[in-house]
């Protein structure tokens, strides 16, 4: 305690003006002072952002401030959605918007999917009587912990031309290969690296739901003398399942909000290859110029409808896995 | 101590799943742990080894594992350290020599024990004899080149006051919701948590509005403030605050104590298991933060760290050497901590879900 002798008289300090306050509104009321920081800041970097959020989706021009832009309506939208043919992006009007939600489709699919395929495999080795798990589990976990930037140099480092896969390559008789230069080695090491920094997370958890089974489900298992393969599929993987469906639905969401290692490992290139949806927000209302705030609002009132979806998917398999 | 201990590791490890020996799948599941830790270790401890390879070696195909200098000896009559070679003298002989200079193909070499003769070799016939040495002048130029300390600085100070803040104004928040019985208190929770159904990146455009209309542009006051209040923070925190027994509360207000003193004194030191789970969660985020100060911070001298590596790694193109190493000290701390709150930290997560 006496370390923090200056942090307390600090506090004692507030004391006096905080006594005063207390006895004009009164002692229950006070639960309000606690909560105004968190209200004010909740209310003018989140709520207020999501209001403003609307006005410059439907307003245009190039001025910041919202009552120097003229209204325009549904006009960003349109000029988004705005498209021959769906399904080939060089058709639409906005193209770099649809290939990076083309993209963003792609990339969530192989990632999510590879990632909670290897996640179960790990968190199904780790679930065995194995010496040292702690290590282990630590191990996976790691580079969860490092930020995006370096997660990425340390990828780019290893993959650039002179890097060391080329020279294992090359010292197995292969040509070197420009691997963020190519369009589909560069897709594969983004899902990749994805893959590499995010999946001792979801390790983690399906681990802690593996723990939670039952171990008498097995013994009662092993009593019918049941193969270690029947164990897995009829017990393991089923009683999982609640569990699976959450990580997978958290997994989407963060997946479709991917940025920062994408940007700085190949900055959405070459051409627009990997170039996902929160960096086209980022691009065209920041990087570019001129700044368009307002189709980068649109873009991201699209991408947050697309974000409520999964969260109610979430909430509904929250549920789910809580009844069991 | 050893010897008590040994048994126990013996026993540890000569472990198995009670038949005696491993069976197949347990050397299977080895061996995917051992594939694990090479992957997942190996490209950092790759990043490690170049970081203290001189940028001469930085630039070799195919690169050496292990970072290599060459080894210079003193020779009399020479006030500096002439690197050493091995020679293939003209009757085939190989000796280490010192090389003096280098004129175009050919090369002045004198043999260290004997300095007075000098001799004439080809450059094709010498090779550099090497030894392992760490080459630390990427971490020594990066303080001399680079503003290095100021990004330190930046993101030292954007951490620490982040974390500071985001503790206070949460607990606050987290005690009125847990302890307190006042109209609209569901409100103001459902209210909190819903924002988790905001992610950052939705609201960009906005938050920079907001962020310079504030005059918070290139302020490190502009990344804290925006994500001081969290709401996995408040709720982390309430429902530890839910398990605090109430009569302690009640008591202090009997012996007459504010109700700031009560928070002060009773409800934050007794909630810090809570806020040590939550200071060190908020240290990794705001440690390694991206996209708020990407936009916020525009002027390189309000750079962190993170937006530093980001914005070298286009102009430093050859020079990879100072890139490596700035890596290497960015990801120290966090490694740092990890390496003694693994247990926290990944018990915390799989027990909250939160990252």
Not at chain 1, 9 to 18: F, G, H, I, K, S
Not at chain 1, 63 to 85: K, M, W, Y
Not at chain 2, 60 to 81: I, M, R
Request: proline letters at 6%.
């Amino acid at each position: 305690m006496s370390r923090l002798a200056p942090l307390q008289r600090l506090a004692d300090l507030v004391d006096r003006p905080m006594v005063a306050l207390q006895r004009r509104i009164g002692q229950n009321r006070f639960a309000w002072v606690f909560l105004l920081p968190n209200l004010v800041i909740f209310g003018v970097f989140t709520y207020l952002p999501i209001a403003l959020n609307f006005v410059y989706a439907t307003t245009g021009g190039l001025a910041v401030l919202p009552t120097e832009r003229p209204f325009v309506g549904f006009e960003n939208f349109a000029s988004l959605l705005d498209c021959r043919d769906y399904l080939d992006p060089s058709t639409c009007s906005k193209d770099l918007f649809w290939r990076a939600l083309f993209n963003t489709g792609r990339f969530v699919l192989l990632q999510v999917g590879f990632m909670i395929l290897f996640s179960l495999i790990t968190a199904l080795v780790l679930d065995r009587e194995i010496k040292g798990r702690g290590f282990f589990r630590g191990v996976f976990f790691y580079p969860v912990l490092l930020s995006p930037v370096v997660v990425a140099l340390i990828w780019k480092w290893i993959l650039q031309r002179e890097g060391v896969l080329n020279a294992w390559i090359v010292a197995f008789g292969g040509e070197p290969i420009l691997w963020l230069m190519d369009a589909g080695w560069s897709f594969f090491w983004v899902v990749f690296v994805s893959i590499w920094a995010h999946m001792g997370f979801y390790t983690l958890i399906l681990l802690a739901g593996l723990q939670a089974i039952p171990k008498d489900v097995y013994e009662a298992a092993e009593m019918d003398a049941a193969s270690p393969w029947r164990k897995l599929t009829r017990i393991t993987l089923p009683l999982l399942m609640p569990t699976m469906l959450v990580v997978v639905v958290l997994a989407l969401i963060k997946g479709v909000q991917t940025f920062d290692e994408i940007y700085v490992l190949t900055g959405g290139g070459p051409g627009s290859a990997t170039m996902l949806i929160v960096q086209y927000i980022y691009e065209t209302g920041f990087a570019a110029q001129p700044r368009l705030y307002g189709l980068a609002a649109a873009a991201s009132l699209l991408l947050a409808g697309l974000l409520m979806v999964l969260t109610l998917l979430q909430l509904w398999a929250n549920r789910k896995s809580y009844r069991g | 101590m050893a010897s008590a201990a040994s048994p126990g590791l013996v026993d540890f490890l000569t472990r198995t799943r009670g038949r005696g020996r491993l069976h197949w799948t347990d050397w299977l599941a080895y061996g995917y742990l051992l594939l694990g830790v090479v992957s997942m270790f190996g490209p950092v401890v790759w990043v490690v080894l170049c970081s203290f390879k001189s940028e001469a070696q930085l630039m070799e195909f195919p690169p050496s594992a292990l970072p290599y200098g060459q080894v210079t000896v003193t020779v009399a009559g020479h006030p500096e350290p002439l690197p050493l070679f091995r020679v293939r003298l003209p009757d085939g002989s190989v000796a280490e020599m010192a090389q003096l200079r280098r004129i175009g193909i050919q090369a002045q070499m004198v043999d260290p024990a004997a300095p007075e003769r000098v001799i004439r070799v080809d450059v094709a016939a010498r090779e550099p004899v090497r030894a392992l040495s760490l080459a630390t002048e990427n971490y020594t130029t990066l303080f001399e080149r680079f503003h290095f300390f100021r990004y330190l600085w930046n993101s030292v100070f954007i951490t620490v006051t982040a974390t500071l803040v985001m503790l206070l104004v949460n607990s606050m928040a987290a005690y009125a919701l847990a302890k307190y019985d006042f109209r609209g208190r569901d409100l103001v929770f459902v209210l909190t948590i819903a924002t988790l159904l905001i992610p950052p990146t939705v609201v960009l455009v906005p938050v920079f509005l907001v962020v310079s209309e504030l005059g918070l542009l290139n302020s490190p006051w502009g990344v804290i403030w925006p994500g001081a209040a969290t709401p996995t923070g408040v709720f982390l925190l309430r429902q530890y605050m839910l398990t605090l027994p109430d009569e302690l509360i009640d008591a202090a207000r009997m012996d007459n104590a504010s109700e700031w003193k009560i928070y002060w004194r009773i409800v934050l030191p007794l909630a810090a298991p809570a806020l040590a789970v939550l200071a060190i969660f908020a240290v990794m985020w705001r440690w390694n933060d991206f996209l708020l100060p990407l936009i916020v911070l525009s002027r390189s001298e309000q750079f962190t760290l993170q937006l530093a590596l980001n914005s070298f790694k286009g102009e430093m193109h050859t020079q990879w050497g100072n890139l490596l190493a700035m890596t290497v000290l960015t990801l120290l701390p966090i490694t740092l901590v990890f390496g003694f709150l693994q247990r926290y930290i990944t018990s915390g997560i799989a027990t909250t879900g939160i990252k």
